[in-house]
């Protein structure tokens, strides 16, 4: 069990928001409304964002959206360990990949005053009283000894004082999240990009941990940089925010035929495969605009024939055999 032997009862399927903060692109408040209101109206219940997201952005847009709507029928999740401090209001964030101003800046603090201190500017730029799920976001990045010794003790505390639901640690390291898993202070953990229909071996460790410590995972990043979110894999397909290396491009295109073959397709089959593993409660996927929720709804409900996941199993092995027998060579 958990510190808390706390389980919240998690949607299949969340929102996620670091869109409505302008990541990559602008996103209009048109497109926001629709994002939100169509969430809403498709049974959409789990909202996650991040102060990192357009440094601030995502939290108030969301709030604004949500505002209005009954507060005891969703789910909130968001995260510290980056403070939001005055920025010179001159330039922009596109290194961080935000289209905004940086009118803020952020500053790594995983102490408990900053932690607290995250929560509370949180609260303010949602228009919240509480969240439901406070995480401490990608430790591994920041001050990581930091963020075990002062962070997670700090969001337990928190959790037990009433302040939240329930704390986790959101990352793409896997070996971060098993670490905090065995501390036995998490509820939650948010795992981006690690156990996907395209790869899995990163997170069988993490898995079994957090099934023998009965930690909830979220699944985010599932499409792996968008590589599986087209039924068809053009040659400019992403991996890991890169031109995807020939031998990805390969097995992702052997998973689009396989869908194809089982009349299903490949993003069906990314957004499900996830659930399919015991210890994965729920998967967040990024929404920018009322068709893409429909869009991700729709995937989330298409019927795969239980012989297209036997297909699946059977290229999972044959691609660990192939990796496996490459490595050894």
Same mark, same amino acid.
């Given at each position: 069990?958990?510190?808390?032997?706390?389980?919240?009862?998690?949607?299949?399927?969340?929102?996620?928001? =670091?869109?409505?903060?302008?990541?990559?692109?602008?996103?209009? @408040?048109?497109?926001?409304?629709?994002?939100?209101?169509?969430?809403? /109206?498709?049974?959409?219940?789990?909202?996650?964002?991040? !102060?990192?997201?357009?440094?601030?952005?995502?939290?108030?847009?969301?709030?604004?959206?949500?505002?209005?709507?009954?507060?005891?029928?969703?789910?909130?999740?968001?995260?510290?360990?980056?403070?939001?401090?005055?920025?010179?209001?001159?330039?922009?964030?596109?290194?961080?990949?935000?289209?905004?101003?940086?009118?803020?800046?952020?500053?790594?603090?995983?102490?408990?005053?900053?932690?607290?201190?995250?929560?509370?500017?949180?609260?303010?730029?949602?228009?919240?009283?509480?969240?439901?799920?406070?995480?401490?976001?990608?430790?591994?990045?920041?001050?990581?000894?930091?963020?075990?010794?002062?962070?997670?003790?700090?969001?337990?505390?928190?959790?037990? /004082?009433?302040?939240?639901?329930? &704390?986790?640690?959101?990352?793409?390291?896997?070996?971060?999240?098993?670490?905090?898993?065995?501390?036995?202070?998490?509820?939650? &953990?948010?795992?981006?990009?690690?156990?996907?229909?395209?790869?899995?071996?990163?997170?069988?460790?993490?898995?079994?941990?957090?099934?023998?410590? @009965?930690?909830?995972? &979220?699944?985010?990043?599932?499409?792996?940089?968008?590589?599986?979110?087209?039924?068809?894999?053009?040659?400019?397909?992403?991996?890991?925010?890169?031109?995807?290396?020939?031998?990805?491009?390969?097995?992702?295109?052997?998973?689009?035929?396989?869908? /194809?073959?089982?009349?299903?397709?490949? !993003?069906?089959? =990314?957004?499900?495969?996830?659930?399919?593993?015991?210890?994965?409660?729920?998967?967040?996927?990024?929404?920018?605009?009322?068709?893409?929720?429909?869009?991700?709804?729709?995937?989330?409900?298409?019927?795969?024939?239980?012989?297209?996941?036997?297909?699946?199993?059977?290229?999972?092995?044959?691609?660990? /055999?192939?990796?496996?027998?490459?490595?050894?060579?």
């Amino acid at each position: 069990m958990s510190a808390a032997g706390l389980r919240l009862p998690l949607p299949r399927l969340g929102f996620g928001a =670091a869109q409505l903060g302008n990541l990559y692109r602008v996103t209009t @408040d048109e497109e926001a409304d629709g994002a939100v209101a169509a969430a809403w /109206e498709q049974g959409i219940r789990c909202f996650d964002t991040a !102060p990192h997201y357009g440094i601030g952005t995502s939290e108030r847009r969301l709030g604004e959206r949500l505002r209005g709507l009954p507060r005891r029928e969703y789910l909130v999740s968001t995260k510290v360990g980056r403070l939001l401090d005055p920025g010179p209001g001159t330039g922009d964030d596109h290194a961080n990949a935000f289209w905004v101003p940086d009118d803020h800046v952020r500053r790594w603090d995983f102490s408990e005053v900053g932690v607290r201190a995250s929560h509370q500017a949180s609260l303010e730029r949602l228009g919240l009283d509480r969240v439901d799920i406070l995480y401490a976001h990608d430790p591994e990045e920041g001050p990581t000894e930091q963020a075990f010794a002062e962070g997670l003790p700090a969001l337990a505390r928190m959790r037990e /004082e009433g302040l939240v639901g329930a &704390v986790g640690v959101g990352s793409k390291d896997a070996a971060v999240c098993t670490r905090a898993v065995r501390t036995g202070l998490v509820d939650l &953990v948010m795992l981006s990009g690690r156990y996907t229909l395209l790869e899995q071996d990163a997170a069988r460790e993490l898995l079994d941990a957090c099934l023998e410590h @009965d930690v909830q995972v &979220v699944a985010v990043s599932v499409f792996n940089s968008g590589l599986l979110s087209r039924p068809v894999v053009p040659d400019g397909a992403t991996y890991e925010y890169a031109a995807a290396p020939a031998e990805i491009l390969a097995h992702a295109r052997a998973l689009a035929a396989l869908a /194809e073959d089982h009349g299903v397709t490949l !993003p069906d089959l =990314a957004v499900q495969y996830p659930l399919r593993h015991p210890a994965i409660a729920s998967v967040v996927l990024g929404m920018r605009t009322a068709g893409q929720v429909v869009s991700n709804v729709e995937r989330m409900g298409q019927h795969v024939p239980e012989a297209a996941w036997e297909a699946v199993a059977a290229l999972e092995a044959e691609w660990a /055999e192939r990796t496996a027998g490459a490595r050894d060579a």
